[in-house]
């Protein structure tokens, strides 16, 4: 299994539930598919450097884990879908 790191971008208008229950549902994304969250930050709300669909701010998570390459297609392939993810980045850690 390799480790990666997914940071992504929500947006600010979002309850403090609507959030926890996007970040849960990726969490669990990832578990499901066989695997393990290493370490999981929610930095809150910050300022964009540009603005991104009339947002000037975002919610940001750090998510860190180790899986097969297929759970991070799968969680971009869902980031991708949903309206209220503004940008997502993905990167595999060290080797």
């Known amino acids: 299994m390799r480790q990666y790191e997914t940071m992504y971008i929500l947006k600010p208008e979002l ?6 229950s996007l970040v849960e549902k990726y969490q669990s994304l990832v578990t499901e598919h066989g695997g393990q969250i290493d370490e999981l930050q929610e930095i809150g709300k910050r300022r964009l450097a540009y603005e991104i669909d009339r947002h000037r701010e975002g919610f940001y ?16 392939r869902v980031m991708r879908i949903e309206d209220n993810v503004l940008r997502y980045l993905t990167v595999r850690l060290g080797e």
């Not at 309850?15 to 926890?20: D, R, V």
């Not at 998570?61 to 971009?76: F, G």
Request: glycine residues 0%; hydrophobic residues 25%.
């Open 15 to 20: 309850e403090s539930e609507q959030i926890s």
């Open 61 to 76: 998570v750090l998510m860190k884990y180790s899986s097969d390459t297929d759970v991070t297609n799968e969680l971009e």
